[in-house]
């Protein structure tokens, strides 16, 4: 093969490459008879409200079943926010009656979150075993 027929190929080749390509990018049609409505979805949510006695039980069973969540990926992360649901309308009884208090139960929810987020099911026993305590503490 001489250079020139190498070049007349290469060319030949670099078209049909070109050719190729361009029909690949050809503009897309839009059929307005494929559109679809979007599913319209209810979220509903409940504000838990109660005294820290009545919602500290809740929230200590949460946390109790956490571990066993997390080590069979059993919906670990919902019962996390469960939990930090629960601390949050829990939080301003704290606050009023043992304020002293309230950087431990945060620690226990966050030591919550973090066995859920991590897969880490030492970090949900330990907060229950924190928890258990200051419930004892506080409703004791």
Avoid: H
């Avoid at 949460?62 to 069979?72: A, C, D, I, P, Y």
């Avoid at 066995?115 to 200051?134: S, V």
Wanted: glycine share 6%; aromatic share 4%; proline share 6%.
């Amino acid at each position: 093969m001489t250079p020139a027929s190498r070049t007349v190929g290469l060319c030949a080749l670099g078209v049909l490459v070109l050719a190729v390509g361009m029909t690949a990018c050809s503009p897309t049609t839009y059929d307005s008879t494929k559109v679809t409505e979007p599913t319209t979805v209810e979220v509903s949510t409940t504000v838990l409200s109660g005294s820290p006695a009545e919602l500290l039980p809740l929230m200590l069973a949460e946390v109790q079943g956490l571990s066993l969540r997390v080590s069979n990926n059993d919906n670990d992360g919902a019962a996390a926010t469960r939990i930090e649901e629960l601390w949050t309308a829990i939080k301003p009884g704290i606050e009023a009656t043992q304020p002293g208090l309230i950087e431990d139960f945060e620690f226990v929810v966050r030591r919550c979150r973090a066995a859920a987020d991590r897969n880490r099911p030492a970090d949900a026993d330990r907060a229950f075993k924190n928890l258990d305590a200051l419930v004892t503490a506080y409703l004791g």
